[in-house]
C-alpha cells in the first residue's frame, strides 16, 4: 500500500491534489465481468448500456432506494452485472411511495421453461398486492427498410427486427405467476430497445404504434435517442392501476367475467342493540323492514354490518357475508347468509347508517372511512382512487350526515398539511 507523507494528507491545496488523485486510481480499479473489454462484443455492451440508462432516467424523477449494481470495498468497486447473474435497482415515487424497481437479467420460471429477459420494470401501486411488470428487451440490430426488401414493402421505415418483436410475445405470454388460484400473466407489455436516431420518423412505424394497441413493440434507443422510451416510463409509472389493466390483452371471455363480478353490489344495514348483533351473527339471518330498504335493493349479493359504539367498540362497518337466500314475512325482509366476513372497520368519521344503503364489493374493501361508500358515478370513484393513490387524506363531504339520506358530495378533495 503507497504512504504518503503528512504533507500531502493535512496541507491546504496538497490535500485536494490527493483527494482528486485518490479519486481517479480508485475509480479505475473497477472489477466485474462487463470490465473486461476485450472479451465483450458490441451487443452486450448495448444491453449493460441500456440497462444502466433506464436506471439513469428513473433516477431523475423517483427517490433512488437501495441498488446492488456498483458495490464498494477495500479493493475498489465491483460490478455485479453479467449475464450469469441478476442485479436491480429500487426506487420510490415521491408523490404515491409506491416502489418501482428495475431488474437485470431476472430468471422467470413457468411450468414448461425459464425466461430471461435483458430487463424487467416493476411496479407496484398503492393498495395492490401485486406488481405490473414490463419487459424490456436490448436488440443490437435493426432493419434498414431496404426499398426492394420484405421490410421495406411492409414498413417503409427502419426499425426492430419482426422475430424480435415476436420474442416480445413470447415473453408476456411464458411470464407466469400462481398464487391461490390458476396461472396469471405478469407482464403487461413487452418492448424491444434497438440502436435508431430518427424517433420522430418511427413514430409512424407499425412496431410503435402497436405498443398501443397491444402494449408490445419496438422503441429506438441510443445516447442521442431517449425520448420514446422516456415518455413510456413515465406513462407506466404515473397511470392508475385501472388504466394499466385496460391496457392489458385479455383471454377471451374474461372482460364478461370481470363485469360480473363488478356488478356485486353490498346492502350495508344498521344493527342497533347487541343483542341483536349477537343473533344476526349466530343465526347467519338478518330481518330488515321493507319499509327501510333502498331502492335498488334487489341488485344486493352480499350483506354488511354497520355498528355503533354501543353496540361494539370497532365502530362503522365491521363485517360482511354473500346472500344466500332472501324471504318476506310480515312487512319484513330476511336475508340468509352464507358465511360472515372480517373487515378492517370502515370508520364513520361522523357520518352513519340511520337505515340501510347500497355501495359495491369494490368500494367495501377498498374504503377506509364511511363517506367513501357513497360515491355512485364512475367518475367520482375514479377521482377519488386517483386521490388516494397520492394521499391517504382524502376529505369526502356529503350533504347530510347519514349516507342512506344524503342527496350526493359537496366536497371531495385532497387534504394538505401544512
Not at 238 to 246: F, G, R, V, Y
Request: glycine share 6%.
Amino acid at each position: 500500500m503507497t504512504q504518503f507523507s503528512t504533507v500531502l494528507q493535512m496541507g491546504p491545496g496538497y490535500r485536494d491534489v490527493l483527494q482528486v488523485y485518490l479519486t481517479v486510481s480508485k475509480g479505475l480499479a473497477l472489477f466485474g465481468q462487463q470490465y473486461q473489454m476485450s472479451v465483450k462484443n458490441v451487443a452486450e455492451l448495448y444491453e449493460y448500456w441500456t440497462f444502466l440508462k433506464v436506471g439513469q432516467i428513473l433516477s431523475k424523477r423517483y427517490l433512488s432506494i437501495s441498488q446492488d449494481v456498483v458495490s464498494a470495498t477495500s479493493n475498489g468497486l465491483f460490478i455485479n452485472l453479467d449475464a450469469s447473474k441478476s442485479a436491480s435497482r429500487l426506487f420510490e415515487h415521491p408523490l404515491t411511495g409506491e416502489k418501482i424497481k428495475l431488474t437485470y437479467q431476472k430468471r422467470e420460471w413457468n411450468p414448461t421453461t425459464t425466461q430471461l429477459p435483458d430487463i424487467v420494470l416493476s411496479v407496484t401501486k398503492k393498495g395492490m398486492n401485486q406488481s405490473f411488470n414490463y419487459v424490456f428487451d436490448a436488440k443490437y440490430r435493426i432493419d434498414f427498410a431496404a426499398e426492394e426488401s420484405y421490410y421495406g414493402r411492409k414498413y417503409q421505415i427502419p426499425g426492430p427486427m419482426e422475430e424480435d418483436i415476436n420474442t416480445m410475445h413470447r415473453y408476456r405470454d411464458a411470464i407466469v405467476h400462481k398464487r391461490q388460484g390458476p396461472y396469471e400473466q405478469t407482464a403487461f407489455g413487452a418492448y424491444v430497445l434497438f440502436p435508431f436516431g430518427f424517433e420522430e420518423g418511427y413514430r409512424q412505424h407499425q412496431f410503435f404504434k402497436s405498443i398501443e394497441e397491444v402494449n408490445i413493440g419496438g422503441l429506438p434507443f441510443l445516447p442521442s435517442a431517449t425520448k420514446l422510451v422516456e415518455e413510456l416510463i413515465e406513462t407506466i409509472i404515473e397511470k392508475s392501476p385501472a388504466e394499466l389493466h385496460d391496457e392489458g390483452i385479455l383471454p377471451q371471455g374474461s372482460k364478461h367475467k370481470w363485469h360480473s363480478e363488478l356488478d356485486e353490489f353490498v346492502l350495508i344495514t344498521n344493527v342497533a342493540t347487541i343483542d341483536n348483533y349477537k343473533e344476526i351473527l349466530h343465526q347467519k339471518e338478518c330481518k330488515i323492514p321493507i319499509r327501510t330498504l333502498p331502492r335498488d335493493w334487489r341488485k344486493a349479493t352480499h350483506l354488511a354490518l354497520y355498528v355503533g359504539k354501543k353496540v361494539h367498540k370497532a365502530n362503522g362497518v365491521i363485517c360482511y357475508g354473500r346472500i344466500e337466500d332472501v324471504s318476506i314475512r310480515e312487512q319484513q325482509m330476511t336475508y340468509s347468509i352464507m358465511a360472515w366476513q372480517s373487515i378492517d372497520p370502515i370508520k364513520p368519521v361522523q357520518y352513519g347508517v340511520a337505515n340501510t344503503t347500497m355501495t359495491t364489493l369494490g368500494q367495501l374493501k377498498e374504503a377506509k372511512e364511511l363517506p367513501e361508500l357513497f360515491m355512485k358515478s364512475k367518475e367520482e370513484t375514479l377521482i377519488w382512487k386517483l386521490l388516494r393513490r397520492v394521499s391517504d387524506k382524502v376529505k369526502i363531504d356529503l350533504t347530510r350526515n347519514e349516507l342512506d339520506y344524503a342527496e350526493g358530495l359537496s366536497v371531495l378533495q385532497l387534504e394538505i398539511s401544512r
